[in-house]
C-alpha cells in the first residue's frame, strides 16, 4: 500500500471510530445535561438527544451484558478520578499529540491505522470531558455480580487501534526479508 493510500485509508478509520462514538452519544445522552443543576456532569453540554439519557439508566439486554450510562470521572477503569478535569485534559492532549507524532512519522500501514483509531477514540473521550466532565460509557459486562468493564464505542476503537499495533510488533503485515544465498 501506497504512503498517501495508507494516511487515506487510515484518515477515514479515525473518522469513522469518532463518527461512531459522537453519534451514539449525540443519540443517547440528553440535552438536559446543559444545566449545572442537572445530574450530569458538571458543565455538562449536549445540544440536543433522542433518548435524554443522563447517567445511571440501565437496559438489561442479557445475563451478562447490560446497555447502561455511567459517567466515568476517571481515565481508563476511572483511574485519576480524583485529578482536576483540566489535568485530566492535559493528559489527553499530550496523549493524542504524541499518538499524532508517531502517526505522522510511521510509514506501515497497519501502524498507522492503528493509530488512527486510538486518535479517533482518545479525541472523542477528550470531547467529552470538554462537554461533561466526564466520558460517558454504555456497554456493561458481567458476569453475576462481578463487573468487568464498562466502556464506549471510543473505548472499543483505542482497544482495537492497540491490537493493530500489537499484530505488528509480531510481525504481521510486515514483508519477509529475503535471504542472500
Not at 469513522?16 to 445522552?29: E, H, M, P, S
Not at 440528553?30 to 440536543?48: K, L, N, T, V, Y
Not at 464506549?152 to 510481525?171: E, K, M, P, W
Amino acid at each position: 500500500m501506497s504512503r498517501r493510500a495508507s494516511v487515506i485509508v487510515s484518515l477515514l478509520v479515525g473518522l469513522i471510530a469518532f463518527a461512531l462514538d459522537r453519534g451514539q452519544k449525540f443519540y443517547q445522552v440528553a440535552s438536559a445535561c446543559i444545566s449545572p443543576d442537572h445530574p450530569c456532569p458538571a458543565g455538562a453540554f449536549q445540544p440536543w438527544s433522542q433518548n435524554g439519557w443522563t447517567g445511571g439508566e440501565l437496559v438489561r439486554v442479557t445475563d451478562f451484558f447490560d446497555y447502561v450510562l455511567i459517567w466515568n470521572t476517571g481515565i481508563s477503569y476511572g483511574l485519576l478520578d480524583s485529578l482536576p478535569v483540566a489535568a485530566l485534559g492535559v493528559i489527553m492532549v499530550i496523549a493524542i499529540v504524541a499518538l499524532g507524532i508517531w502517526w505522522f512519522r510511521t510509514d506501515a500501514p497497519l501502524v498507522r491505522a492503528g493509530l488512527a483509531m486510538c486518535i479517533g477514540g482518545a479525541v472523542s473521550n477528550a470531547l467529552d470531558r470538554l462537554l461533561y466532565g466526564a466520558v460517558a460509557d454504555f456497554f456493561h459486562f458481567h458476569l453475576g455480580e462481578r463487573s468487568f468493564y464498562i466502556f464506549n464505542i471510543a473505548d472499543a476503537a483505542i482497544t482495537l487501534g492497540v491490537c493493530l499495533l500489537i499484530l505488528d510488533v509480531l510481525g504481521v503485515g510486515r514483508r519477509k526479508a529475503v535471504a542472500a544465498s
